[in-house]
Each structure stands twice: as structure tokens, then as C-alpha cells.
Nanobody, 135 residues
Framework: QVQLVESGGGLVQAGGSLRLSCVFSGRGFGRTFSNYAMGWFRQAPGKEREFVAGLNWSGDTTYYADSVKGRFTVSRDNAKNTVNLQMNNLKPEDTAVYYC????????????????????????WGQGAQVAVSS
């Protein structure tokens, strides 16, 4: 059993910054944070949910959507069971509900590849955090 809780959303003007955090809690054998790859997705009104960023169990391999490269940074702190999404130079088109998600990777034995850029790779999801960017 895995639970994810996002925080840090809000309203910001274009060009501003926000930092989203997602805290992981797991119960059961093997459900420790460092066994999981983490992803951030977003869904704007009337649109499908899309990949934003993802990182492997250690955080040393990351992927980003082209639309956020150079502006967003994903990171994790395995000691605090937390994954963060630092969003800089925000644009109105970044307005969406942002979700964090987990996918079993198996820690160092896992293989983190571009499959993790697709929501089908993820098993558990947070409740979402609203981000609104005004022009």
C-alpha cells in the first residue's frame, strides 16, 4: 500500500516560481521509497494528463517533457521520502493539476528508461495539486 500527498501548488504570475513536493508513505515488504521511480504529470482543463518529469530511484537519471526543459527541475530526498518539482519561469500554459506518481523500479537493480515517461508505467497516484499561472 502506497500513499502520496502533494503540496505547494498555488497561483503565481507568469515568470514566477513554485515548488511542488510529494511525500511518499508505504506499507508492506519492499515498499520503501528508494525502490520506486517517481514521476510528475499534469492535466489541464479539457486536456489529457501528460508527462512532466521523472527520475529513478537515486535521482541521478531524469527525464523531462520538452515543454518544461530548462525551467523545471525534479529531485528527490530518499531520507525524507520526498520528491520535489521546482518550477521556474512559469507560463500560463503550465496551468494544470499536477500529480506525482510512483512506479516500482527495484532500486539499484532496476532499469529506468523512457518507458517511465508514460503514465501506464505508474501504479500509484497522489490527489493532485493545482497550479495556476496568470498572464
Amino acid at each position: 500500500q502506497v500513499q502520496l500527498v502533494e503540496s505547494g501548488g498555488g497561483l503565481v504570475q507568469a515568470g514566477g516560481s513554485l515548488r511542488l513536493s510529494c511525500v511518499f508513505s508505504g506499507r508492506g515488504f519492499g515498499r520503501t521509497f528508494s525502490n520506486y521511480a517517481m514521476g510528475w504529470f499534469r492535466q489541464a482543463p479539457g486536456k489529457e494528463r501528460e508527462f512532466v518529469a521523472g527520475l529513478n530511484w537515486s535521482g541521478d537519471t531524469t527525464y523531462y517533457a520538452d515543454s518544461v526543459k530548462g525551467r523545471f527541475t525534479v529531485s528527490r530526498d530518499n531520507a525524507k521520502n520526498t520528491v520535489n518539482l521546482q518550477m521556474n519561469n512559469l507560463k500560463p500554459e503550465d496551468t494544470a493539476v499536477y500529480y506525482c506518481a510512483t512506479s516500482w523500479e527495484g532500486g539499484p537493480a532496476g532499469y529506468f528508461n523512457t518507458d517511465y515517461c508514460h503514465q501506464g508505467a505508474y501504479d500509484d497516484w497522489g490527489q493532485g495539486a493545482q497550479v495556476a499561472v496568470s498572464s
